[in-house]
């Protein structure tokens, strides 16, 4: 057979734990053997980043801007156990964190649905794609705790000198302080890429904030969706008949709940944070959970959503059987190999990409699937379940 050519390379991410073993066997049995794969290599596993103090994730982040598609495997983000660990000489950050950085975009997450898992909401049908702004607010803010008695003020030093000072709380008594900021030109490209995203998938842009609360912080957000929604988005949203609304994020929780699912809901970064976890539980499992990074001009990062498994991995390396759910992974593969396919004018590998992902969602309705959705579907009489590499052999029989 023939493989799949391409032409640009992909940026390929490799990660730690169970998600990098699968990510070997996700090539190794259903990629390499229909593909051509062109990648240039970058390991973000915790020893290589420890090795290369860490320059190997800002290198990958900038072979994305320069590549435009990339598709990254999940990574420890090092706290105090894994400094321990991994014997790390610096507790090295986030790497989705710099990344973010540097893309300064906005991640989409949508769940993979499948018809013998019933979501918790009955009404929900179709995906909800949650749109979360990634910079600023509290994952950036300056916070500690105030020792007792005192006052604490916000002052701005205009670069000319000017300073705005308010006072935020006379403190009688011990408590805690929280400076937090967000950029207009963050916000705009957050907007961009959500409009623009409800555009190629043609679905409705719902967003929220408590801008009612929050009289300047997310007021500041609806207006500028607003402006740019008016002014460049308004068209074509009509032509293509999608809508674009803003509400308040305690009216938005409860349409959510009351709809059918099918649209995007924007969110600041905290909001999104917890609501997308809420929501792919709700749809059944992390493990189903897509993720995509989407830069204002136009890069994208795919990825799962969930972390490295860490559990299932230390009995694996036991020697023990490990059923971990591969599908997010495969998912990030296939949007990575069908946005190279667009981008290129490749249509065998935008077919490929589709006929991938047909392959997973059959294997599943034929009941063959990892002990995570096993557990979640009612009627057990129809499910075989199997461990990771099982479920591959099985997406690799239907390709
Ligand atoms: P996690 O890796 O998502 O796993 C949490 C639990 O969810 C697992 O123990 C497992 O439950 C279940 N699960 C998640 N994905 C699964 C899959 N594909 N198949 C089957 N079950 C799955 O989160 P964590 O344990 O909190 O974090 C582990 C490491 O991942 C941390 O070092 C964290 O820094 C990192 N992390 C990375 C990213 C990223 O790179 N994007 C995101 C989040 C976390 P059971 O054990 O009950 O089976
Ligand atoms: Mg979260």
Request: net charge negative; charged share 30%.
């Amino acid at each position: 057979m023939q493989k799949i050519q391409m032409k640009t390379p992909l940026v390929e991410m490799d990660g730690d734990e169970m998600t990098r073993i699968l990510w070997q066997q996700i090539k190794d049995e259903l990629i390499l053997p229909f593909v051509d794969l062109k990648t240039e290599y970058y390991d973000l596993g915790l020893p290589e980043r420890e090795r290369t103090k860490d320059a190997v994730t800002m290198e990958a982040a900038l072979a994305n801007k320069k590549y435009g598609v990339a598709v990254k495997c999940a990574t420890i983000t090092p706290n105090k156990q894994r400094v321990e660990e991994y014997n790390l000489s610096e507790m090295w950050k986030s790497p989705n964190g710099t990344i973010r950085a540097v893309l300064d975009g906005t991640v989409f997450r949508a769940p993979i649905l499948i018809d013998s898992i019933k979501p918790a909401v009955r009404k929900w049908k179709k995906p909800i794609t949650i749109a979360r702004h990634a910079y600023g607010d509290v994952y950036k803010a300056t916070e500690y705790r105030i020792p007792g008695e005192g006052k604490a003020e916000l002052l701005f030093i205009a670069k000319d000198g000017t300073e705005i000072r308010q006072t935020i709380y006379d403190f009688e008594c011990a408590g805690v302080l929280q400076g937090q900021y967000n950029k207009d030109s963050s916000i705009r490209s957050f907007a961009h890429s959500c409009f623009r995203y409800a555009i190629n998938t043609k679905q409705d842009l719902w967003f929220s904030t408590k801008d009612t609360i929050s009289k300047q912080y997310d007021q500041t957000f609806k207006l500028i969706f607003e402006e740019i929604y008016q002014n460049e988005y308004k068209d074509k949203f009509e032509e293509l008949g999608i809508e674009y609304f803003y509400t308040l994020i305690d009216d938005a929780v409860a349409r959510v709940i009351r709809s059918e699912g099918g649209f995007i809901w924007a969110c600041k970064n905290y909001d999104g944070d917890v609501m997308s976890d809420m929501v792919s539980t709700a749809f059944g499992s992390l493990a189903m959970m897509t993720s995509v990074l989407v830069s204002p001009d136009g890069n994208y990062e795919y990825e799962a959503a969930h972390g490295t498994v860490t559990r299932h991995y230390y009995r694996y390396l036991k020697g023990e059987e490990t059923s971990t759910n591969p599908m997010a992974t495969i998912f990030a593969w296939t949007g990575a190999l069908r946005k190279r396919g667009e981008l290129d004018d490749l249509s065998d590998l935008v077919a490929f990409a589709d006929k991938l992902e047909a392959a997973c969602i059959q294997t599943l309705n034929d009941g063959i699937m990892t002990k995570d959705l096993a557990g979640l579907v009612e009627d057990k009489s129809t499910v075989t379940p199997v461990n990771s590499m099982g479920f591959l052999k099985a997406i690799r029989d239907r390709m």
